[in-house]
């Protein structure tokens, strides 16, 4: 697959996520500050208990087979 169809398929992968997690309906800045501070929360000195407790959140959403939290 070339580089241009590879980041294609990223970026609607990224935005089926965002559908997933419930955001759809946000204003884009909000999604963006959500993810702003997911990534400092990731890579700050409690990184690894965020990481473990994203994780453990994700894959209970994508087990369930359903969309958004609330």
């Known amino acids: 697959m070339d580089i241009r169809k590879q980041d294609i398929r990223n970026k609607i992968q990224l935005g089926g996520l965002v559908i997933k997690a419930g955001l759809a309906e946000e204003e884009t800045a909000i999604i963006l500050g959500v993810l702003v501070l997911a990534a400092e929360a990731i890579s700050g000195p409690e990184g690894e208990i965020a990481r ?8 209970q959403v994508f087990s369930e087979g359903k969309e958004g939290t609330g």
């Open 52 to 59: 473990r407790r994203f994780r453990r959140v994700g894959d």
